[in-house]
């Protein structure tokens, strides 16, 4: 069955460092691969997406993913953390039957 | 463009009693919508997959009968959870597909369900 893997739940940063949230994926053939910011009780803003092409995958507010077929994985990065960017990270994918999977998100704090 | 709305944002409700949540494509046409429960600190859920005059189509474990979801026209679908407990409060998010983008979905902001 597909699914999505994060295997960090909670991640530190320092405010200025750099950041990668990983995220591993389950299925034969190449899914459609998201990325999803939630702030404490909202809804979910779409960072950036990946259907096929270029594999390193510019999105919003400075994040940029990066699908690794060999790896089967769509790493999140972003090279310096704003203090804004604490929030719950999802990574989702559709292998094609137009629904999401989830994976079990990652939170970040950042620290001043 | 592709604004999905939700509503209400909050919701109290008594032990027995129903509530229903409405989800909306402001400025588009959604051929699909979906609904996901979110526990606290949790991941997304797929509930069901809905499409406009068609019966929903409901992941296995959710009860049909509990989380009925009617999907009117092709802006509007709603999510009734019948004989509410409190173990049926939760984050529900809704979403919609755009005519023509089949892969991707477009988020409502969510609601929040209390049931005392």
């Known amino acids: 069955a597909q699914s999505v893997t994060q295997p960090d739940i909670h991640i530190t940063v320092s405010e200025g460092a750099s950041l990668e949230l990983r995220c591993n994926y389950s299925?034969?053939?190449?899914?459609?691969l998201f990325w999803y910011v939630q702030s404490p009780g909202q809804g979910l803003q779409l960072l950036l997406k990946?259907?096929?092409?270029?594999?390193l995958v510019q999105g919003i507010k400075g994040f940029e993913a990066e699908f690794k077929r060999s790896q089967s994985s769509f790493n999140l990065r972003k090279p310096s953390v704003h203090w804004s960017d604490a929030a719950e990270y999802f990574c989702a994918s559709d292998s094609g039957t137009y629904k999401y999977i989830f994976g079990t998100g990652t939170r970040l704090k950042v620290l001043a | 463009g592709a604004v999905v709305s939700q509503h209400p944002s909050w919701v109290i409700c008594k032990s027995g009693t129903s509530v229903k949540i409405e989800c909306r494509s402001l400025?588009?046409?959604?051929?699909?919508m979906f609904w996901y429960r979110q526990f606290p600190k949790q991941s997304l859920m797929l509930m069901a997959t809905?499409?406009?005059?068609?019966?929903?189509?409901?992941e296995q474990g959710v009860e049909k009968d509990k989380f009925l979801i009617n999907h009117a026209s092709l802006t509007l679908s709603t999510l009734t959870v019948t004989s509410a407990h409190p173990e049926d409060s939760s984050f529900y998010i809704c979403?919609?597909?755009?005519?023509?983008?089949?892969?991707?979905?477009?988020f409502g902001p969510g609601t929040r369900l209390t049931v005392t």
């Open positions: 990946y259907f096929s092409g270029d594999t």
């Open positions: 979403s919609a597909n755009r005519q023509g983008e089949s892969y991707e979905q477009y």
């Open positions: 809905s499409n406009e005059g068609s019966k929903a189509t409901y």
């Open positions: 299925y034969g053939a190449t899914p459609y």
């Open positions: 400025d588009f046409q959604a051929t699909t």
